[in-house]
């Protein structure tokens, strides 16, 4: 089964752009049908799935991060990777990325990485 695992800077000052790669291994990001999402989770605060990008490419967001979110993926580096831009402090979450059979979902997916937190401060 799959392994999932986050990099990214762990700061990122207010108005940069937030970009985290989750490299996947032990199998391909362009086969059967999954959604490879990102999921985040502020600091004494629920869950919030932030879009995703499906086996074919195809990409989905949540109406709220809309517009200052785009997930890419390389599948020669079998990797894919969540960029935020404009981000404040209410950014400051740990973020997961994870591979699930259905999008939109507020949940840990299934199969996750172990999450990495960033902090969005001057």
């Given at each position: 089964q799959e392994q999932l695992q986050e990099s990214g800077p762990g700061l990122v000052k207010p108005s940069q752009t937030l970009s985290l790669t989750c490299t996947v291994s032990g199998g391909s990001i362009t086969t059967n049908i999954y959604y490879w999402s990102w999921i985040r989770q502020p600091p004494g605060k629920?869950?919030?799935?932030?879009?995703?990008?499906?086996?074919?490419?195809?990409?989905?967001?949540?109406?709220?991060?809309?517009?200052?979110?785009?997930?890419?993926?390389?599948?020669?580096?079998?990797?894919?990777?969540?960029?935020?831009?404009?981000?404040?402090?209410?950014?400051?979450?740990?973020?997961y990325c994870g591979r699930d059979g259905l999008k939109g979902l507020v949940r840990l997916p299934p199969f996750r990485g172990q999450g990495t937190k960033v902090i969005v401060s001057s």
């Open positions: 629920g869950l919030e799935w932030m879009g995703a990008i499906a086996s074919d490419g195809s990409t989905y967001y949540n109406p709220s991060l809309k517009s200052r979110t785009a997930i890419s993926r390389d599948t020669s580096l079998n990797r894919f990777t969540l960029q935020l831009s404009s981000v404040t402090p209410e950014g400051t979450a740990v973020y």
